[in-house]
């Protein structure tokens, strides 16, 4: 370590000022923070600080996702080749299938995401912020296996500027990034990004997996569900098979690449809490709130809308609910922030995702459309808890000059 | 009967080098300079009463306000003032006295108890005792025409490796009793004086007794003022601590200006923790005698506790309040190789993040700042670290943008930098929080009281 540490203490003179590579020094402060600890030492205030950073907080995130990916890598490859109709699907073939179909979205998203940040930290003269370490592996998450890859480096752009750089960075932006992307593609290109298509890989990616027919179709369960029609509802696999809600659970389904397995986002939510880094108010306000409404629903079940023939426990289990819950809702910057606020918002996220599924049969998926909702009504939710303890001392203060 | 009250929100620091209580506090053999720093008192605007190369006496006036000429700062030790000295703009940072033998008498007055209030105000402010109190709105000392509402007085330090203030004034009820009766003629309202659970400082006639759990910030005067009797916009309170009260009654039980005081000193790079005691104000290479702070890292020396302290050069001195040495690593000779990725048991955090969570150890933090400065991204870590009834993260925010009618609205006036030291501490944003909370106080001062 010592010699690496040398190297980049020769290197560090060229990129400070007056230096030839001057107008990368983010770039190098970024790497160079990445892999020593800085050793610059409190000046005012406290003399000893945490030893938590937000390097520490992304990157227990990113782990935390690690599950859903490599899950979602596998699942790639397995629906691939069920929809293919093989009979056996061995186990390594399979998931370098999905790798090999995931990794191109990953390394997009990450060099259109980090390269905008780059840019923009240089141009304030700042030090790169790390929020795009998680946003980067949630895009490729959450988005059908099949978006073309420009469309989603544009979508990762869009995201990137108008949601987060232009209101000032990590920390400042109103919307989850990755959700905004994950809107954006579905509104600029909804013919692209829905139907029976999209979700399922359907090429062969250096010899492995299967060619998949033109006529083949592979609708997600809430797809099936939204064009539902009968009073029966049973939701089928790629081979029509009935989906049992313990495969919903594990998540050998089709749907976006991340979301599909309950198991895993448990997985990630244990380490979440464990760490505190994520709200448990905030999950567990939003479960209870699409536990609710989706009762609400079942109780009222009807034809018409046929997600209300759904039991509340498989709202939770399939589509993004889950995952919603756990990875999109907690998001610190975008949630409320206050104690009471984050149980208010976790409701409104909960009850809005189920609603919308049920209600709406345009948008078979609600939980993107209800993060995105509470995120807007988030400082709504605050001011008024805020306001409370304003309340609070103006009472108090009356009181005082009264008596 | 005492009032407990139990505050569910803090944190103690679990920090190596703590000083045992039972250790005698002893006089070192020498005291080479003693140093007066306006700086130490917010609020005072200093006016020089002595010259280079005057002897002075202990309790002597060395400098003046110049707002009311009537508060002093005095004298630590009787001596020779050695140096002025000054810094940009002509700014007086610190008067230095020698302490030489030939120094006149120490500064006297009559004992016994005046009931005049402008004249107990007139032996306060003479005896540099009225700088050593605090008044809120603003946390910085009492203006001359204050009538605060109460008075709150902590007798215990919560701060990392604190002694017990309790222990300090153990016999001394006799001054204790004299100071509420004098500090009970400058307030219509209460003298209150908080302990820790389980303290044994008998009840002080005339002031109300509250005890709080030991949970730092509970021992903050203005953090048992909030769960007390919070301050409102348009009133005063003042605080101070059991050792300055103490002071305050000896001025009319002894008549003496008591300038002495024990330090500890403590922390993971100190040898040998011990108690001195010594004039306020003392140079740190006299408290730190016997002790080797020379070692194969660099060594950060503080004035005062990790939180508030402040740092200070080897030929520095003791600065006021603090009654405490703390010597820990600087860190910034240490390069960690991916610290962000550590599993090391020996990362101190509030968090969970870091397996040092996991059984009660002890920990020797150095100062760096753990990670780069950020926009606020996580939500309520301030809340659980601020034990008032107010919403930290919002006046921090309302602060920032200079925003005076919503810093009112969530009670600016109720707090002072040292409420924030804890959840400046755990920010993983890593923001000045206390920095930005004297600015704003200064700020308003500035706005309101001009």
């Keep these: 370590m010592q010699s690496l540490r040398k190297y980049l203490d020769s290197l560090r003179p060229h990129f400070q000022e007056g ?313 610190p910057v975008t949630a409320a922030r206050t104690g009471t606020g984050k149980y208010i918002y976790g409701l409104l996220v909960g009850v809005v995702a189920v609603l919308i599924r049920v209600y709406n049969n345009g948008y078979p998926e609600g939980a993107m459309l209800a993060v995105l909702l509470a995120n807007a009504l988030a400082p709504l939710i605050d001011y008024c808890v805020v306001q409370a303890n ?12 009264n008596s | 009967m005492r009032k407990t009250y139990k505050l569910r929100k803090g944190l103690n620091l679990s920090l190596e080098g703590a000083v045992d209580p039972g250790t005698p506090a002893v006089s070192p053999d020498h005291i080479s300079a003693v140093a007066m720093v306006p700086d130490d008192y917010p609020g005072f605007l200093p006016k020089l009463d002595v010259k280079e190369g005057d002897i002075v006496a202990q309790g002597a006036p060395l400098m003046h306000h110049k707002a009311d000429e009537e508060v002093k700062l005095v004298a630590p030790a009787g001596g020779v003032v050695r140096a002025v000295v000054r810094g940009p703009r002509r700014k007086i940072e610190r008067v230095v006295v020698e302490p030489v033998s030939e120094a006149p008498s120490a500064v006297r007055f009559e004992a016994g108890t005046p009931t005049d209030p402008a004249e107990i105000a007139g032996r306060i402010k003479a005896s540099g005792l009225w700088a050593q109190m605090r008044r809120r709105p603003y946390d910085v000392i009492p203006f001359p025409g204050d009538r605060p509402r109460d008075i709150f007085i902590t007798a215990m330090d919560t701060a990392p490796l604190a002694q017990n203030l309790d222990t300090l004034v153990a016999d001394r009820k006799e001054d204790l009793d004299a100071g509420v009766k004098a500090l009970g003629k400058l307030t219509d309202g209460k003298i209150y004086i908080s302990v820790a659970t389980g303290s044994t400082l008998p009840d002080i006639e005339e002031a109300e007794m509250a005890e709080f759990t030991p949970l730092h910030p509970a021992g903050n005067a203005g953090v048992q003022a909030a769960n007390i009797a919070p301050v409102n916009k348009g009133e005063i309170i003042w605080t101070l601590d059991i050792v300055t009260l103490a002071r305050i009654g000896a001025l009319y039980t002894k008549g003496i200006v008591d300038t002495e005081c024990t330090v500890a000193v403590t922390g993971p790079e100190a040898s040998s923790p011990k108690r001195v005691r010594v004039p306020e104000g003392t140079a740190v290479k006299d408290i730190l005698a016997g002790m080797s702070v020379t070692s194969d890292h660099h060594v950060r020396i503080i004035s005062g506790n990790v939180l508030t302290g402040i740092p200070v050069p080897e030929d520095g001195f003791l600065r006021f309040p603090y009654r405490q040495i703390t010597l820990i690593a600087e860190g910034d000779d240490r390069h960690e190789f991916m610290g962000w990725a550590s599993m090391s048991p020996d990362k101190m955090s509030v968090s969970r993040a870091f397996l040092s969570k996991i059984g009660g150890r002890k920990f020797s933090p150095d100062a760096r700042l753990n990670g780069g400065r950020r926009a606020m991204i996580m939500s309520g870590v301030y809340d659980d670290l601020v034990p008032m009834d107010i919403m930290p993260e919002y006046l921090i925010k309302a602060i920032l943008a200079r925003d005076i009618d919503r810093m009112e609205a969530l009670g600016i006036y109720e707090v002072a930098p040292e409420d924030f030291a804890l959840a400046e501490y755990a920010d993983p944003s890593k923001l000045e929080l206390q920095k930005i909370v004297r600015e704003a106080l200064d700020y308003l001062r500035g706005e309101i009281e001009a």
Excluded at chain 1, 229 to 234: C, F, I, M, Q, S
Excluded at chain 1, 390 to 401: D, N, T
Aim: aromatic share 14%.
């Design chain 1, 19 to 331: 230096g030839k590579l001057h107008n990368f020094e983010s770039v190098f402060d970024g790497f160079e923070t990445f892999l020593f600890t800085p050793s610059s030492t409190s000046q005012s205030g406290v003399n000893i600080h945490d030893a938590l950073d937000s390097k520490r907080i992304m990157i227990i995130v990113v782990v935390s996702l690690l599950p859903c990916l490599l899950f979602g890598m596998y699942n790639t490859g397995y629906q691939n080749a069920v929809a293919a109709g093989a009979s056996t699907i061995p186990f390594w073939p399979t998931f370098f299938y999905g790798f090999f179909a995931v990794l191109p979205r990953i390394i997009v998203a990450y060099v259109v995401g980090l390269g905008i940040e780059f840019t923009v930290a240089q141009m304030r003269h700042e030090e790169i912020q790390e929020g795009f370490l998680v946003t980067g592996i949630l895009i490729p998450l959450i988005c059908p296996i099949e978006t073309p890859l420009w469309m989603l480096a544009v979508a990762t752009a869009f995201s990137v500027i108008f949601v987060k750089e232009v209101f000032g960075g990590t920390g400042y932006n109103v919307f989850n990034v990755a959700l905004v992307t994950r809107a954006f593609l579905f509104f600029a290109y909804p013919a692209q990004m829905s139907g029976d298509k999209v979700f399922v890989a359907s090429g062969k990616i250096f010899g492995l997996g299967y060619d998949l027919p033109d006529t083949f179709t592979g609708a997600t369960p809430l797809g099936q569900i939204a064009t539902f029609a009968g009073d029966r509802l049973e939701v089928l696999n790629l081979q029509d098979k009935v989906i049992s809600t313990w495969d919903a659970f594990l998540g050998l389904i089709p749907g976006s690449m991340g979301e599909t397995s309950t198991l895993c986002v448990l997985i990630g939510a244990v380490i979440l809490l464990a760490t505190g880094i994520a709200s448990w108010r905030i999950m567990l306000s939003v479960i209870v709130g699409g536990l609710a409404m989706g009762w609400i629903a079942n109780i009222f079940q009807t034809p018409t809308y046929p997600g209300s023939f759904l039991s509340p426990l498989d709202q939770l289990l399939y589509g993004g609910f889950a995952f919603a819950a756990v990875f999109m809702a907690t998001d």
């Design chain 1, 390 to 401: 304003v309340s609070r001392r103006m009472a108090r203060m009356k009181k005082r000059v």
